[in-house]
């Protein structure tokens, strides 16, 4: 019999149902923990109710508090906005239970370092939401650059488009500075950097440039850089929310000696590999693919969703082995490390200098 | 509170599994009737053992013919080899449960016009299992041809791709003619026969050609047809196994007085929409497209699986409201027309004429 | 020194302004004979006229009788509407000269065979102007079947799908049985059925439907067809003028037992070639690639326009050399064994019977 | 009758054969002056003789000074390399012929300075190679961007990635900065800075990193940079000669307030455009498309080598206008100011700062 591991999570919109519905996945999949949905908090008690309700969390609260002193829960899973990811992660954390946040870890790197360090110092096992990790593609990737597929590392370009900031409602919590610290950096930077970073390495320095277009805006709306890695690797990052056309395409292109890759999370299931002229399109949907043994024949894709079913699966079956989610998973490190870099473009932007990443 | 639906499910591998996840998922939507997984069969009663505990089936039994005598059975689900699809399917559906039966519906017409009588005769609720149908894309499609968008319909072509059957072991129940009736005809052009007659109507005659290329397997590996429709529109079916390079290419296109259409399953969410020359991709994953309420913001593509959770949804939703599950969702007197497109497609091929489609 | 070869065209549209400007290319290259533009015929002399002084024919006539008794002329290039390729070619060999004739060769198989006993007979070179031949990504597709790259040839299937149909006034010579002979099947059915026999062999029965959408006419706007190849590959043909979306879409798949290629001529310069699974797209512009030594670094790629200097190279050089153009050019062998297989589409289309092409 | 234009070109190798072709091929256009070709210069007068040779030149001289003197001579032509852009084009100047020069226009922004005042001062008409401006799918894009159909831009990305550096001679010219004076910067980059120029308006400022990857290489492989423009939009630019896969991917992608638009350089023919989300895929072949009525039905794909014939055309009307070749064509002044945008770049890769591009 699979041991309980009790869940308490905080949000249950956009996040909380993707969390919601992977931790019922895992239930059909061999795991050494069993999630269990103790506890749903959230300012509306009646929207809680009803997502508690449709993925059977067995509480609701209004108050995180209530969930950081829940004996019952092991693992405390922070979906709610930038602005509450610190607080109740560090109250969380130092009360012994295993975290995993959202990203941007935190509002800031100052923020984000605390949080590392908080859960660093409970000794719990930590994880910042970077799902695009837990694509079948992007491990791939990251199998065939180990394995020195493309051999040295020389560019890394990643765009993260999306074209709903021209239509959206200007009063969305997104916008507002004071609850999501920045724009298209935090949303949409952060998972391309993470993206960098486990891809090809260590950041060195940034330039950037960051602008909003919409006047009512109180965040950027698009960002865009230049990076260098520790490696010796150049390349640039561009993030937007008004780039009309593009839905929500996340692509990456790395080049190496030997070859190339790239990816775009609109055509999730595909990796797209050089080794001489010309791209192939691999349908990363082999059995041998990772992930692919919990799904379906080559050739079934698999959804956005089902990302995270691959993210806690790597979480619980870490915290069962007592052990850290790296170097796969993000750690808080990985969370606050990115954070540095978020920090930088920002600093960048305003000196008009490139900035060197520094850690604290 | 949602009364219960009953579920008996034949079948523990491919369909068992793709099934079993959607109607887990079902537990997350809001549905008339709230699915409870009473009993799987199979012959093997540790495999469906170990497949019931994982998705919780409460009981397994090796004999269908216990489901079919239980009373807590509402819905009788078939996703079994083809050749046990018609006798338990009949015979549940004469003990007056509902039944979904996945595709090709009978070995061959007469087995599924068998079929489609009994459950006509018995009153209940009868289900082919065309899943394409319950891709976004495909029901977008389907609305926009219904809508005028692409004028008359002149051409439809469809060709489903794959290439396992170069490699498989011969002795699949997939070549064997007893278990499987035919190969690719049964096993893959069943689909695009079906979406030929969802989006373009009825099929009026076929000119076919079969092949087994690879002598060991007993059922065709590969067809070719000419189809005429009975509005006058013209098209190409053909379906493979032994197409080098497609893993699962499901596509189509339609071509119309206005417009076009084109569709791969392998980039199942999105749909090429031509008005005038050049073809625009439209992921079909916007707020306002089909079954797009139950899932993720604009761009967060869904998988192949979750086409079964928009079937079931949509057979339970039936089934409450007591009516059929026409005309989205497939019936058996669809799986049946198929079928006799199918038996024309051998009879084709083996009189070397063009063959009328004929009902009984 | 280079000798000359006295070119005399009739024609002077479409075809004519094609061969015009390749003849005027070959000066450029090296050419064991230099085409000077003699002699340009067409029925209004002012448009001829025209066209003649544009690309430097010396002479205007309008009658081609003019050109066969003119001894000046070596090579006659007949780039007529249809109905005016059997008289005038077959006297111009019989006048020794040599011919290159558009495709489809004649109104029928009849006048194809005629044609090819007649040059056969002069023993003179003959070409028919299949000049997709000459396309660098087909050549390489030749060049990768031949060396065994793709394995046993299974299937093949292609499809020329334009939309002009729906639009064009419906008095053009191409919608005239007199002059044009077929619609698609002549016009674009040629071409792929001409490809499937450099590629894949001889084809050796074929069933097919013919349709005529838009009423004024009167010819067939599009066909469909499976065919069979002698070395017991099977396929589909398909063509229309009347595919909304598609303008010059003539596109095409090999499937073998070791790897499959795919083409469309919208992008004329790519080849897909797949090996495992996932096509690998390959941009035909390298050094080593065919015909590439006449043009360009790699990746700048040439027009559709070029293929017609490739064609005609390759005819002089098999002038200079008193050979054939086969295998790679087309002969009017080439071209009246197409025709044999366009009429049994034709039979077939009455007959609804499975036509075994027969050659007379 | 037309009266002619006698050119002298210095240069024979790459830019020396499509300047060469492309004045050929003017002579089947109308226009309103025609092309003699006069002289070519080169240092080796056996290599450049065979060139002549082919293409028609009347002379062959060593010494580009005998061109500047030569009174048969009313365009000067400078395709060779880098370093000998600024003296001869300046001297031909002077002596009161018309000038075309390839990119990049001088070594550096100095030189191109000079050349343009030269140019100005001697009342010749000016024109620089950027012959990208001559693609149908650019100048479409220039023409929706002027008619407002993607509304206000505010994003411009492109990135021309070539891979032939890692396999090259490290002697070639171009990797030697005495002669070709940067590497990918003035090689590759002052194309897409043009076409930005040309597209989106002046670039304000940049941040760039430059990099050496292969040791022996005296010149940048690859840069990365930022920009702002002087309209607010902001960017990316990114050149490498080291990006295995990609062959000669110049892409761009413009992102609006109302739509986007993207194009492909491997892709030449093809505009994607869109409006809402999703790209249409345009075949930039139409009748009304620009530079059509030069070329074929639709669908029927130019080559790279034709849009010198295009620049060329355009540069032959404004010599017999009188007047300028702006806006469409880029004058020296273009050729000069993107010139100082490449000074930015490698300024600011030095200096670490946001560059503010400056004109003297």
Redesign the interface.
């Known amino acids: 019999m699979t041991p309980a591991l009790g869940v308490g999570m905080l949000g249950y919109a956009?996040m909380g149902k993707?969390h919601?519905?992977a931790y019922?996945a895992l239930?059909?999949?061999e795991t050494p923990l069993r999630p269990e949905l103790v506890s749903l908090s959230g300012r509306d008690r009646e929207a809680a109710t009803a997502v508690a309700h449709?993925?059977?969390w067995q509480t609701v609260v209004t108050d995180w508090r209530e969930q950081v002193a829940d004996p019952r829960i092991g693992l405390f899973d922070n979906g709610g906005p930038n602005a509450l990811h610190a607080e109740p992660t560090i109250a969380a954390a130092r009360a012994g239970k295993h975290v995993i946040c959202e990203k941007p870890l935190g509002l800031d790197a100052g923020e984000a370092h605390a949080m590392w360090r908080a859960a660093e110092d409970a000794a719990v096992v930590h994880m910042c939401g970077f799902n695009y990790r837990f694509v079948p593609a992007i491990r791939l990737a990251r199998q065939l650059i180990d394995a020195g597929a493309?051999g040295r590392v020389?560019?890394f370009?990643a765009?993260y488009?999306?074209?709903?900031g021209?239509d959206a409602p200007a009063d969305r919590w997104r916008f507002d500075p004071a609850v999501a610290g920045t724009g298209a950096i935090g949303d949409l930077g952060a998972h391309i950097i993470d993206l960098a970073r486990y891809l090809s390495g260590e950041i060195a320095?940034v330039?950037?440039?960051l602008?909003t277009?919409v006047p009512q805006h109180g965040v950027d709306d698009?960002?865009?850089?230049?990076?260098?890695f520790e490696n010796?690797a150049?390349?640039?990052l561009?993030a937007?929310r008004?780039?009309?056309?593009?839905?929500?395409?996340n692509a990456l292109e790395i080049?190496?000696?030997?070859?190339?890759l790239?990816f775009d999370?609109?055509?999730?299931?595909e990796l797209e590999v050089?080794?001489?002229?010309?791209?192939?399109?691999?349908?990363v949907?082999?059995p041998d693919h990772p992930f692919m043994e919990l799904?379906?024949?080559?050739?079934?894709?698999?959804?956005?969703?089902?990302t995270f079913t691959h993210e806690l699966h790597h979480l619980v079956t870490a915290i069962a082995g007592g052990g850290t989610v790296a170097p796969h998973g993000a750690t808080f490190e990985d969370g606050y490390r990115c954070a540095e870099v978020c920090d930088a473009i920002v600093r960048?932007a305003q000196t008009?200098?490139?900035e060197t990443v520094r850690y604290r």
Chains 1, 2, 3, 4 share one sequence.
């Open positions: 956009f993707a919601s519905r019922r239930e059909e999949l449709r993925y059977g493309i020389v560019h370009r765009r488009l999306q074209s709903w021209w320095t330039s950037a440039v602008k277009f698009a960002f865009v850089a230049t990076i260098e010796g150049i390349g640039t561009e937007s008004l780039a009309r056309g593009r839905v929500n395409s080049n190496g000696s030997d070859g190339s790239a999370v609109e055509r999730l299931n050089a080794e001489g002229p010309g791209f192939r399109r691999v349908l949907t082999e799904w379906w024949p080559p050739g079934h894709i698999i959804g956005w969703g089902d960048s008009g200098r490139r």
